[in-house]
């Protein structure tokens, strides 16, 4: 099974990976019978290749691109007159503070009102950046898109619910 893995050129040690049963992390050795792997709590996990090789995997450090979204709901009473302004705002506030946003159409990027709730309306963020998904570079591009959503949501006079 390990020379199954290694062979399918799906994996290489220091690879993230994440696989379907949900276990993932840095793969610290890729061996004939086990793999091991170092989760995000530095824990190590070892796993039989015989349970990895059928499963579905996602190899997060091959992938050039990320996504970022965030629900936001704000009640009734101060929102519905300041809706537009506001998805604008945010709209905006990312584009200036993240230059890695992508906006030549090939991938999403909104901002937009999508739900009534008993006690608030929702409102999502879906922007995609060209950034890997995983390290330094996506966390801080992640608190950019953050910090832009709050600028919006305070030059709008409003509060999250």
């Not at 893995?5 to 696989?19: C, K, Q, T, W």
């Not at 937009?112 to 996506?138: A, L, M």
């Amino acid at each position: 099974s390990g020379l199954i893995l290694s062979a399918s050129d799906r994996i290489y040690e220091g690879d993230f990976v994440e696989f379907s049963n949900g276990i993932k992390g840095t793969i610290v050795k890729l061996g004939w019978v086990e793999t091991v792997l170092r989760g995000s709590n530095e824990i190590h996990i070892s796993v039989p290749n015989t349970d990895l090789s059928s499963q579905r995997l996602s190899n997060l450090s091959r992938l050039r691109k990320c996504q970022v979204t965030q629900t936001l709901r704000f009640g009734y009473q101060q929102t519905i007159h300041k809706l537009p302004n506001l998805c604008d705002d945010i709209k905006e506030e990312i584009r200036q503070s993240c230059p890695n946003l992508i906006r030549d159409g090939t991938r999403p990027f909104r901002v937009v009102w999508t739900d009534y709730e008993r006690s608030s309306i929702v409102v999502k963020v879906d922007c995609h950046f060209n950034i890997r998904p995983i390290g330094d570079d996506y966390w801080i591009n992640r608190e950019r898109v953050l910090q832009a959503i709050h600028r919006a949501i305070e030059k709008n006079d409003l509060a999250l619910s």
